[in-house]
């Protein structure tokens, strides 16, 4: 194997304060999603472990040409994207492609939990409460996201469309790995019920 020496050109797509999701043009690590909490579990990702070492950052993810880490917030991307690319790329230089130097390390439900319940936390329901509902994580089977809708969206006509197009778009595109959306909500008892034939 060779490793790569020419550096990784990486495009930056900050999604908000906590999380920015990293393109690169070339494949850094398979096609399956790998997702690190921990510098221990980062021991069989070099691109995983060098991101750890940066002040603040707390998960990264790691799909084909997408890099995606979590910070704590405490400073802004712009202070953060030089030191996270140099990671990437010393990373990458040392050891060559994630893709050619490591298994695949699956998401599992569990990790996925954690990262919805994240953006549910910081985006979703922050969102949604302004009109007077919430969202209810309750949990993630398979890569499905099961959830309740609560107050002002359970029975409101427009909690599919915000359902399927704001919030089910959003997780597919934030989090590989998240398959899809079920919908478990009692919307026949909420205050302006409607019924699944017109979902």
């Known amino acids: 194997m060779t490793p790569i020496t020419a550096s990784v050109r990486l495009r930056a797509e900050p999604v908000d304060e906590y999380r920015c999701k990293y393109h690169a043009d070339r494949p850094i690590g398979t096609g399956d999603v790998r997702m690190y909490t921990s510098p221990d579990e980062a021991a069989d990702s070099p691109v995983a472990r060098a991101l750890m070492d940066v002040p603040g950052i707390r998960v990264v993810m790691i799909s084909g040409t997408d890099v995606t880490v979590v910070q704590d917030g405490d400073l802004p991307w712009t202070a953060l994207d030089p030191q996270i690319r140099y990671a990437v790329n010393t990373a990458l230089a040392q050891t060559g492609s994630e893709a050619q130097t490591t298994a695949p390390r699956v998401v599992d439900d569990d990790e996925l939990y954690s990262a919805v319940s994240e953006i549910f936390r910081v985006q979703?329901?922050?969102?949604?409460?302004?009109?007077?509902?919430?969202?209810?994580?309750?949990?993630?089977?398979?890569?499905?996201?099961?959830?309740?809708?609560?107050g002002g969206c359970q029975g409101c006509g427009m909690a599919n469309v915000t359902l399927r197009q704001g919030i089910e778009a959003?997780?597919?595109?934030?989090?590989?790995?998240?398959?899809?959306?079920?919908?478990?909500?009692?919307?026949?008892?909420g205050t302006k019920p409607y019924f699944s034939g017109t979902q």
């Open 124 to 150: 979703v329901n922050p969102a949604v409460a302004q009109h007077g509902g919430g969202v209810d994580l309750i949990d993630v089977e398979d890569g499905v996201v099961v959830v309740r809708m609560m």
């Open 170 to 189: 959003m997780l597919k595109r934030e989090i590989p790995g998240v398959k899809g959306i079920r919908d478990i909500t009692d919307h026949s008892a």
